[in-house]
């Protein structure tokens, strides 16, 4: 299995996509496609979670949605195109980063406008777009967040606070998040790709105190204090990063 040092040296060397602070890679999906996330996830998550045959939409959030290749696979993978078009407007995800540029890649290229959404937004900064949003949709909550390998990049430059908020104020807005956290080694290659490039290091990675099984720490905050539950574990991805679904209690 590969390890977080090995992808990113394949990275730069395939793609050259600089330091990313963010995550903000501009090729990311071309070594880490969908299919990587998509195939351990059942194509009929909506019905499983009872979200297929309301009266209501159903509201889906990608969260740091970069290019936008995987919203629209994973929008794909649980409503099929061979669907009738009234039932697939039933069903609307909007996707956010904080990079535009990668936002105006994912409006320029998204087959599906009607049903998806891609707008610019830093959500440690302001999160107002997302409440206009779920307001423009008469939705008081997202009924599915998607929250998959953005954690480590809010936590190495926001902190331990940084993280914990963003778990909080998700865990506020949504009745289940599909949570993937990126584990310590991959902060440790994060690190090393800034030194290597002459950069400064992260702010914050040298006082972190949330360290070792960030996944677990995630799920014991997510519990503990946001008033959600582990329902589902959809095993590792081929980057040996765990797919956990929680729902509000």
């Known amino acids: 299995m590969a390890t977080c040092s090995v992808d990113i040296a394949e990275v730069e060397e395939m793609n050259d996509p600089g330091a990313a602070p963010y995550g903000n890679f501009i090729n990311y999906y071309t070594f880490n496609p969908p299919e990587n996330r998509l195939s351990l996830i059942p194509a009929t998550l909506l019905q499983d979670l009872g979200l ?26 649980l409503v099929p195109v061979s669907e009738e078009e009234s039932d697939r407007r039933k069903v609307n995800l909007l996707g956010f980063d904080l990079d535009e540029t990668l936002i105006q890649r994912a409006q320029q290229s998204n087959p ?45 430059n926001h902190g331990d606070a940084g993280l914990l908020q963003l778990l909080s104020h998700l865990a506020s807005i949504s009745q289940h998040l599909l949570l993937e956290a990126q584990p310590w080694k991959c902060y440790r290659s994060a690190a090393r790709r800034l030194r290597k490039l002459g950069r400064s290091d992260f ?32 095993g590792s991805t081929t980057w040996d990063r765990k797919l956990l679904l929680f729902k509000r209690k």
Not at 69 to 76: E, I, N, Q, R
Not at 135 to 154: I, K, P
Request: net charge negative.
């Open 112 to 156: 599906l406008p009607s049903s998806i959404s891609f707008i610019s937004l830093d959500i440690t900064k302001d999160a107002d777009q997302l409440q206009d949003y779920l307001n423009q949709h008469g939705g008081s909550h997202f009924h599915l967040c998607l929250c998959l390998a953005v954690t480590m990049w809010v936590h190495l």
């Open 52 to 77: 297929k045959d309301g009266p209501q939409n159903t509201l889906i959030l990608d969260v740091g949605c970069n290019s936008g290749d995987l919203s629209v696979a994973f929008y794909k993978h």
């Open 203 to 234: 702010d914050h990675f040298k006082s972190l105190k949330i360290r070792g099984d960030v996944a677990e720490q995630a799920r014991e905050h997510l519990e503990r204090h946001c008033g959600m539950e582990l329902i589902q574990s959809f």
